[in-house]
């Protein structure tokens, strides 16, 4: 199971920007697909963004499409999620979450990830 520590949070205007960041502890994080969810207050957990374990296929939300960008980078075991355009509807909880098994299908359920950070505090407010 990977470790993982989200940062990066913070309080932006609307149509503002914001990158998340996610590090990972573990020797599995090159072969493990890897994802942003976010939970507002009162709703359940949502998939947000994922990246392949090569970093090179993405997938989104379609409530996000065009606006956030997830990227990895191996070397340095991170996840990140550049958030732009960001709307008062975005404000939650983010969090990163690794998947329970290496080279995986994307998918966008939180019930296939088996590791998740503390969570990073996004408050979008003019």
């Known amino acids: 199971q990977l470790q993982l520590v989200e940062s990066g949070g913070g309080l932006v205007q609307p149509g503002g920007s914001l990158k998340l960041s996610c590090v990972a502890a573990g020797r599995t994080f090159t072969t493990t697909n890897m994802g942003w969810f976010r939970q507002a207050p009162g709703k359940e957990r949502e998939f947000v963004a994922g990246i392949a374990w090569g970093g090179m296929n993405t997938y989104y939300a379609d409530s996000v499409k065009g606006r956030f960008i997830i990227s990895r980078d191996n070397a340095k075991n991170t996840v990140s999620l550049q958030m732009n355009d960001l709307k008062p509807e975005d404000t939650a909880v983010y969090y990163c979450?690794?998947?329970?098994?290496?080279?995986?299908?994307?998918?966008?359920?939180?019930?296939?990830?088996?590791?998740w950070g503390q969570g990073t505090q996004v408050t979008v407010s003019s």
């Open positions: 979450a690794a998947r329970r098994v290496p080279y995986s299908s994307p998918s966008s359920s939180r019930a296939d990830y088996g590791s």
